[in-house]
T-cell receptor, first 110, second 116 residues
Framework: SQQGEEDPQALSIQEGENATMNCSYK?????LQWYRQNSGRGLVHLIL?????REKHSGRLRVTLDTSKKSSSLLITASRAADTASYFC??????????FGPGTRLSVLP | GAGVSQSPSNKVTEKGKDVELRCDPI?????LYWYRQSLGQGLEFLIY????????KSGLPSDRFSAERTGGSVSTLTIQRTQQEDSAVYLC??????????????FGPGTRLTVL
């Protein structure tokens, strides 16, 4: 079964609005990462948050991690049409493979 | 420096044929991953190489799938007797472990495999 599950599966917003995506997982982790995929090919790493961290920022991105609830959220502020993509969370542990969720498809309408 | 590269970018083959997919990771990256992604779906883990350790093959879907990593660098994913359900985009990623901690994965552009 999937370790990471993103929610919602699809999200459609207007340009300038904020977009929030959530990721839930089942077992303990060492770190959680968010990736973006624009065209069904390679993924681009957005941000990594470790289990001892609660929040991280990178530009318009804000990621939170709640290990007690086994969940993470990705917030994209002031969204742009170029943010339209699929967003995946991946959970990892030392020396083990990463497990990706099925992704959230974000559409930012102009 | 150069990113992760994969070849070929597209491969069309007939059912029953063998295919080889290649991945050139970023130089110095100790970990290499193979994933498979069907249209509109998430990533399915296939295999993971970490340094000189035995690879984690737990994601390989059948014994028709195998992978090797020569000299701790280039990796080849081989699919024998291809089936139509093998059609997907095969993604490779590499990462560098520092101090025993995993870091971000850098993905290649993928190989789109179509089995007719």
């Amino acid at each position: 079964s999937q370790q990471g599950e993103e929610d919602p599966q699809a999200l459609s917003i207007q340009e300038g609005e904020n977009a929030t995506m959530n990721c839930s997982y089942k077992t303990s982790i060492n770190n959680l990462q968010w990736y973006r995929q624009n065209s069904g090919r390679g993924l681009v790493h957005l941000i990594l948050i470790r289990s001892n961290e609660r929040e991280k920022h990178s530009g318009r991105l804000r990621v939170t991690l709640d290990t007690s609830k086994k969940s993470s959220s990705l917030l994209i502020t002031a969204s742009r049409a170029a943010d339209t993509a699929s967003y995946f969370c991946a959970t990892g542990n030392y020396g083990q493979n990463f497990v990706f969720g099925p992704g959230t498809r974000l559409s930012v309408l102009p | 420096g150069a990113g992760v590269s994969q070849s070929p970018s597209n491969k069309v083959t007939e059912k029953g044929k063998d295919v080889e997919l290649r991945c050139d990771p970023i130089s110095g990256h100790t970990a290499l991953y193979w994933y498979r992604q069907s249209l509109g779906q998430g990533l399915e883990f296939l295999i993971y190489f970490q340094g000189n350790s035995a690879p984690d093959k737990s994601g390989l879907p059948s014994d028709r799938f195998s992978a090797e990593r020569t000299g701790g660098s280039v990796s080849t994913l081989t699919i024998q007797r291809t089936q139509q359900e093998d059609s997907a985009v095969y993604l490779c990623a590499s990462s560098f472990r520092r101090g025993g901690r995993e870091n971000e994965q850098f993905f290649g552009p993928g190989t789109r495999l179509t089995v007719l």
